[in-house]
């Protein structure tokens, strides 16, 4: 994989992450944060791809690698839903102890 290819599945991970974000009216972080739910939710995207032997809808490809775009998308949902709503509930129990 060249630099070219890594900074372009950064940007994807980014958009992943912030689509996926506004969409679920989460605001758990900056672009970093971005990053990492976009880069967790394709990985989870693809491994659920892999294990439910699921036809790739739309993929993206990128040097020698295929990018699964909808299966990423519905991963990076779910890492964005399980972490929103483990970051909501750490927010309630702080505002509890207050």
Request: a positive charge; one cysteine or more.
């Amino acid at each position: 994989m060249t630099i070219g290819e890594f900074i372009i599945l950064l940007v994807m991970a980014a958009i992943l992450g912030i689509l996926t974000q506004r969409m679920m009216g989460y605001k758990l972080g900056g672009t970093v944060v971005s990053i990492v739910l976009g880069f967790l939710g394709a990985f989870v995207g693809m491994e659920m791809t892999r294990w439910f032997h699921l036809p790739i809808i739309f993929d993206l490809g990128i040097g020698d690698h295929r990018f699964p775009v909808i299966w990423s998308f519905l991963g990076c949902m779910g890492v964005t839903f399980t972490v929103g709503f483990i970051a909501r509930g750490a927010a309630r129990r702080e505002k509890k102890k207050k």
